[in-house]
């Protein structure tokens, strides 16, 4: 089974800061997908980006930016230039390629508070 | 616009009296989902639907049914809620093939007393 750790409960940042989130995933698996998900306030669950495992390439959306170590086991989140508007609950999360249910496995989250 | 809709948003119960969750989304997706997230716990998967009439139990389904009479609609069924089961819930739906690509809805609150 596919376990999924985020190792920082809480983080915070000062606006227009970097700040990174950590996630480290267990797996036997050559083919899977990661995720960063945002949940504001609001509760809905906003995918902010998507890591294919077989891309070496980092994915990037905007201030948002991933360092997708396969061998580690290890995909970082970096937020840039943070904003207000990123305060959140941000949740890592993998799924194997083909899974039964085609399962999201998430981390615990980390609660990222950006301070004016 | 294209969404999953869940209602209600919020819900107070008490142990024992059967709920239902509804979940409807108008992508005309083949496959819907349910997940409940608890503190420290992330998100885990309730069960699944590959299509109408296909079902299957995801991590944790005990104390939970689900129904896919119609393609739409995925109802989340607690037929006697107890205090554990106390937490928000999420439905989510995508094309078949196209898991990695899900549409989640706006969650349900549940405390149950």
């Known amino acids: 089974a596919q376990t999924v750790t985020q190792s920082q409960p809480e983080m915070s940042v000062q606006e227009a800061e970097t700040v990174t989130l950590s996630c480290t995933y267990d797996t036997s698996e050559s083919n899977y997908y990661l995720f960063w998900y945002k949940q504001p306030p609001s509760r809905q669950m906003i995918l902010v980006i998507r890591q294919e495992a077989y891309k070496q390439q980092n994915a990037t959306e905007n201030r948002f930016s991933v360092n997708f170590q396969k061998a580690a086991k290890s995909f970082s989140l970096k937020i840039s230039d943070s904003q207000l508007g990123d305060t959140a609950m941000y949740f890592c999360?993998?799924?194997?390629?083909?899974?039964?249910?085609?399962?999201?496995?998430f981390g615990g989250g980390t609660r990222v508070l950006v301070k004016p | 616009e294209a969404q999953v809709t869940q209602n209600p948003r919020y819900l107070i119960t008490v142990t024992g009296k059967k709920l239902t969750v509804t979940c409807s989304q108008n992508m005309n997706h083949e496959y819907m989902s349910w997940y409940r997230q608890d503190p420290g716990l992330g998100l885990r998967q309730i069960y699944y639907?590959?299509?109408?009439?296909?079902?299957d139990k995801g991590d944790v389904p005990e104390g939970y049914k689900v129904s896919r009479k119609e393609k739409r609609n995925f109802p989340l069924i607690l037929e006697s809620p107890s205090p554990n089961q106390t937490s928000l819930y999420f439905c989510?739906?995508?094309?078949?093939?196209?898991?990695?690509?899900?549409?989640f809805g706006s969650g349900t609150q549940l405390s149950v007393l």
């Open positions: 989510a739906s995508s094309f078949r093939g196209d898991y990695e690509k899900l549409f």
């Open positions: 639907s590959m299509n109408v009439e296909v079902t």
């Open positions: 999360a993998f799924m194997k390629h083909g899974a039964a249910g085609n399962k999201l496995t």
